[in-house]
């Protein structure tokens, strides 16, 4: 098959590898599309070990093959393989929270991901959701990883409310999914950037508001535009200056999220404004994925039209054109979402 393949830091190239074989209990999937996402952007560029060759965790496709022992899945069926994979055997799998799964099954990551034509799911019948017809296979690669993340954060773990004020920095695919999800729930949406071209997304995607954090204060915009400071605030990019921005646009009590993780320069480490959280009683959360079971809260919304994954997309691209899309992400030059849909 044709995948393209990490050979260094910010070196990759498509060539032929052979096809992925399964087991008893895999699922061969014929990947019809695979988001460009910017975890990948961060083994790309070094701030991640590089552990498969072939990278790639937001895909979706057809079924090519079973294992004798898998019962949910059939040749033929439409189906995401959301990027939080699990055993089944550890303590989080048992208590229902297989997305934090020691095991860690992400495609791209544990085995071989959707920058190739056909991804070995192992553990198919865990590891593997069925599609409603509804859903493209284009806005099926975007729910395996930033919209589903973007949605457990904003309903599972921050539970935003209609009527309260949510404040998003970054408005890339995750930003963009998020301000997506809080709008669908009655929330008033600010989304922040430096590029213009991603604000006009982002009011695309519900926000009522948009700042351009290079031609004003956002925190001052922020605590203008609601009187005080957001309920909810979301980190969406992972650098110092967002995070710190992010958490003081909020009011007293109010609650942020981080989802966004760090480059080499913060280094997993980034100065948090302590003692101002805990005079004004801060929350912070965290998120990372979404456990397989909690899809059937958030498909049916896309099927209806409610969540609008394809909204975010550019264009659709080749394998050959990632490398020049990551190029574009380290400048954050990039706008929207991309999906490989084309394998030459």
């Known amino acids: 098959m044709k995948a393209l393949v990490v050979e260094d830091v910010k070196k990759m190239v498509v060539k032929d590898v052979p096809d992925p074989t399964i087991d008893e209990n895999g ?5 019809k ?45 439409r189906v995401i393989v959301p990027f939080s994979g699990s055993d089944g055997t550890c303590p989080h799998c048992q208590q229902g929270h297989t997305h934090l799964c020691d095991s860690f099954l992400v495609p791209g990551l544990a085995y071989s991901g959707g920058y190739g034509e056909y991804v070995a799911v192992p553990l198919g019948d865990r590891n593997v ?73 982002a009011r ?12 004003n204060n956002p925190v001052e915009a922020v605590k203008e535009l609601t009187k005080g400071g957001a309920d909810v605030s979301v980190d969406a990019l992972g650098i110092s200056q967002t995070c710190v921005n992010a958490i003081n646009s909020l009011r007293k009590k109010g609650r942020h999220l981080q989802i966004g993780v760090t480059t080499k320069e913060e280094a997993g480490f980034i100065s948090l404004p302590i003692d101002q959280m805990v005079m004004n009683e801060i ?8 456990p397989a079971h909690r899809f059937k809260s958030m498909l049916p919304l896309v099927a209806q039209g409610r969540l609008n994954p394809g909204r975010m997309v550019n264009r659709e691209v080749s394998l050959s054109e990632v490398n020049s899309i990551f190029e574009d992400m380290s400048n954050f030059a990039t706008t929207g979402t991309f999906v490989v849909t084309k394998f030459a």
Not at 192 to 197: L, Y
């Open 27 to 31: 699922v061969l999937v014929n990947v």
């Open 33 to 77: 599309a695979n988001g460009v996402c910017r975890s990948d952007w961060h083994v790309w560029a070094g701030d991640l070990p590089i552990s498969q060759g072939v990278m790639g965790h937001e895909l979706s496709g057809i079924v090519e093959e079973v294992g004798k022992n898998v019962r949910n899945f059939k040749r033929g069926d």
């Open 129 to 201: 959701i069925h599609m409603p017809e509804e859903v493209s296979f284009t806005d099926g690669a975007a729910l395996g990883c930033r919209f589903m993340t973007a949605f457990e954060g904003i309903v599972g773990k921050i539970n935003v409310q209609p009527g309260e004020w949510v404040v998003v920095y970054g408005c890339g695919g995750v930003g963009l999914s998020a301000i997506n999800i809080a709008t669908a729930v009655g929330a008033n949406v600010i989304g922040v950037d430096i590029n213009e071209s991603n604000l006009d997304l």
């Open 204 to 215: 695309n995607m519900g926000a009522v508001y948009t700042i351009n954090s290079r031609e």
């Open 283 to 290: 929350r912070l959360e965290t998120t990372l994925g979404m």
